[in-house]
């Protein structure tokens, strides 16, 4: 039997399902401390005084700590890149002399326990020296505002213009038609649903900090921490437990984190800190503030010949550890072609600072932006050119691979037109073109978007090398060690918040293996247990992290076959793995097992082959040095407006979906509709919204708009399979190919909808007094 592409039980579920997880917040240690901190008030000013004398005197409080107490470095991501294309800014884990967002940490409170940390928060005094936040990127780029860093002129972080195809603008002058989309996407929070949190505890006798955290990138969160703390190193250890959610807003070193480590260093005390909903959606890393402003010549016949983009992306008070505020807009300008021949192409992306929280990535980092832009590009010249727009994408898509764009970029061989043509010939088998009619008819408003898309995945290191990062991720190791038993053990440098590792990463070492699945157990989180990783993100996992545990399975492999063509008296190419056993091919009936073979190998070392080493262990590394590899896929919608309401309601939603060989096609299902969900919150729901204080508009979900179960269609989702060449088992990502086609499939229906108004949207996300003013304007 083959584990690879099969929907084997995820093995995370018992613990998971029946409450024996074991959470950050699980973990209660002897004499162990509350942590809360001291938040701004102001969202741009100076820190005139901060007065803890009556938090100390509350009862419980044991210590509070500001800055100048605990003398901490700074957390500095850094671009390789001239002053004139970034500007780095130091983020310091407690505001000193300014702060420059509402609920930038201050001070940290510690206490006996949680209510008397709160009744410290409560006591501590902070004055400031008030001055006009900066709180969008209009503000930030106007002449003559306030510099929310000193640094940074005109707030501007990013100014990297990446192509400039010669002779453009003459394209554009010759051009038959142009158009224009000018987009803009809303602030959002990644949301998971475990806040952040850290437990840190001196142990006097490793000499070591531990930090148990909700991290996807826990060696990156030792290397900061180290740094900041003034330790070595070896003297961070850094593990995760099972982790509710990340989506990329843990996939960055926060502040809190490193503040609760310096505490307990410096009270030799464990100490706790649990993010409170409030801040988390007002205080953490957030995403997605884009505005796009995108012209795209087009021939008579709706091929595209050229696409001139400005892309300016709102990042917020500070570059995030490691990516920077580069983060969004370089993704946008690297790969902003995406599944379509583009032959010229200019674009300028910048990253803004402003007086808000900072951002990091979320899941897709800029692509469901600017693919929507995309796709309203060609929905747009669709129209002027009275074409179908289904039609308009397939003279564009990408057909012959490999293919290298005009970003430099080359892509290997998917099913783009084959994604498109199905999810059209879905909805068109079912009949709802003729129901849109029917329904026009009838006085209602339905309508069909569909969206085309690719996600790069297994970003390597020359991938980020491109960016000019100065912490370049790409590679990542694995070890793997069979016991006197014949189980192995697997310890990667991926970290999964949810997406099934311990299943899908099993699957592949027990195929190579010749293995039961329970005998496979997967670690990870753990910066003592491998040299370093790079986390999870950017569905690196089964690409990266996949191919690295792959490769230190066949190592071990190789070391079985060596080891039992000794003892079985034949050679290397007569024997076989299968069944947890070493079968010589030609005599089916010898045989050794694997807890036999490592019998010899840990107790018997006397039996080995010359020159073979004890034990049964292997390691492997594994890096993509070339652009990765790109998943594809198309999705199609339904929608119906409603007048009285405003309301969108899908009436079907099908998504075709190609990221290689599924390992577990459950778990690749399970992706796709969570992330379909987090797009259509996008779309529809989602934004964090500002005074004009600065002051976050969404302390609660009261006020931030998550959808339910109710607003989520049932999605259809079919499978393509275009195998990766160069990833060990074929396998390309998965993880956010959902999130990056929902928001366009769904503008585009909605949009659709709206012919008979005249009107056409260019934002999300889409307000039903929006789409009410729009219908009512008909009447």
């Not at 998504?655 to 529809?684: F, K, T």
Request: hydrophobic share 40%; charged share 25%; proline share 5%.
């Amino acid at each position: 039997m083959s584990w690879v592409g099969q929907s084997a039980a995820r093995r995370e579920d018992p613990r998971l399902l029946t409450g024996s997880g074991r959470f950050v917040d699980d973990i209660h240690l002897p004499r162990m401390l509350h942590a809360q901190f001291v938040r701004s008030t102001i969202a741009n000013g100076s820190v005139t005084g901060v007065d803890l004398s009556a938090t100390l005197a509350v009862p419980g409080v044991v210590a509070a700590f500001t800055a100048d107490d605990l003398d901490l470095g700074d957390i500095t991501a850094v671009l390789d890149r001239p002053l004139s294309e970034f500007v780095p800014t130091a983020m310091p884990v407690l505001a000193r002399d300014r702060v420059r967002y509402v609920g930038e940490p201050i001070a940290i409170v510690l206490a006996e326990d949680p209510y008397a940390v709160e009744d410290g928060l409560e006591a501590a005094k902070v004055t400031y020296e008030v001055a006009a936040p900066v709180l969008s990127d209009e503000q930030a780029l106007a002449p003559g505002a306030p510099l929310v860093h000193d640094a940074a002129a005109a707030n501007t972080l990013v100014d990297v213009s990446m192509f400039a195809t010669a002779g453009i603008d003459e394209v554009f002058a010759a051009a038959h038609r142009v158009v224009r989309v000018r987009s803009r996407t809303g602030r959002q929070n990644a949301l998971p649903l475990e806040t952040r949190g850290v437990v840190a505890a001196w142990d006097a006798r490793e000499e070591q900090l531990l930090v148990h955290t909700c991290t996807q990138v826990p060696h990156q969160v030792r290397t900061v921490m180290a740094e900041c703390l003034g330790l070595d190193e070896r003297a961070v250890r850094v593990v995760v437990p099972d982790m509710g959610g990340g989506f990329g807003q843990k996939c960055v070193v926060g502040r809190e984190e490193i503040a609760a480590g310096a505490a307990a260093l410096r009270l030799r005390r464990p100490v706790k800190w649990i993010e409170d909903r409030r801040d988390a959606l007002t205080a953490s890393f957030l995403a997605r503030e884009q505005r796009y402003d995108v012209r795209a010549a087009f021939d008579e016949d709706g091929r595209i010949l050229a696409l001139d983009a400005d892309v300016v992306c709102d990042m917020g008070a500070y570059s995030c550890y490691p990516f920077t505020a580069g983060i969004e807009p370089l993704m946008a300008s690297a790969e902003m072609p995406g599944v379509y021949r583009v032959p010229a192409y200019r674009v300028r992306g910048r990253a803004v600072t402003t007086n808000k929280a900072p951002s990091a990535p979320y899941r897709g980092v800029s692509r469901p932006q600017f693919v929507m832009v995309m796709e309203r590009v060609f929905e747009r010249a669709a129209r002027e050119l009275d074409l179908d727009p289904v039609e308009i994408r397939r003279r564009n898509l990408i057909t012959d691979f490999p293919y290298t764009g005009i970003n430099d970029v080359t892509y290997d061989p998917g099913s783009y037109l084959e994604s498109l043509n199905l999810c059209e010939r879905t909805l068109k088998q079912e009949g709802w073109y003729e129901r849109k009619e029917q329904a026009a008819a009838e006085g209602r408003l339905l309508g069909i978007g569909y969206s085309c898309f690719s996600e790069r995945t297994g970003y390597g290191s020359g991938a980020f090398a491109k960016r000019k990062m100065a912490v370049v991720p790409g590679f990542d190791l694995a070890g793997i060690t069979m016991d006197l038993t014949g189980a192995v053990t697997v310890t990667t440098g991926t970290m999964s918040h949810g997406q099934s590792h311990e299943t899908t990463l099993a699957q592949i070492v027990a195929d190579r293996l010749g293995l039961d699945l329970s005998q496979v157990k997967i670690h990870q989180g753990d910066t003592d247990r491998i040299t370093y990783g790079f986390g999870t993100f950017a569905s690196r996992s089964a690409t990266i992290g996949g191919s690295a545990v792959a490769r230190a399975a066949t190592r071990l492999a190789d070391r079985l076959l060596h080891l039992g063509a000794h003892l079985l008296e034949t050679t290397r190419d007569n024997v076989e793995l299968r069944q947890g056993q070493v079968r010589r091919l030609d005599d089916h009936g010898r045989a050794l097992t694997y807890k036999e073979l490592a019998d010899v190998a840990y107790l018997k070392a006397n039996l080995l082959p010359k020159d073979t080493e004890p034990g049964l262990t292997a390691s492997a590394s594994f890096d993509v040095h070339g652009d990765g590899t790109f998943s594809n896929a198309a999705h199609g919608v339904v929608v119906e407006l409603h007048p009285g309401t405003g309301q969108v309601e899908f009436l079907r939603y099908v998504c075709v979906e190609d990221c290689g060989v599924a390992i577990n096609p459950q778990v690749v299902e399970g992706q796709c509709r969570g992330g379909i969900a987090q797009g259509i919150a996008g779309a529809l729901f989602e934004q964090v919204t500002y005074d004009e204080q600065g002051e976050p508009s969404c302390a609660s979900f009261i006020d931030y708009k998550v959808p339910t179960a109710n607003e989520i269609p049932d999605i259809e989702i079919h499978h393509l399979e275009t195998p990766c060449a160069f990833t060990e088992s074929g396998a390309k990502g998965a993880g956010e190919g959902g999130t990056i086609g929902a928001p366009a499939a769904v503008l585009n229906a909605v949009n659709d909808a709206l012919r008979p108004t005249g009107v056409e949207l260019d934002e999300t996300p889409i307000r039903p007094e929006t789409v009410q003013r729009a219908i009512g304007a008909m009447t």
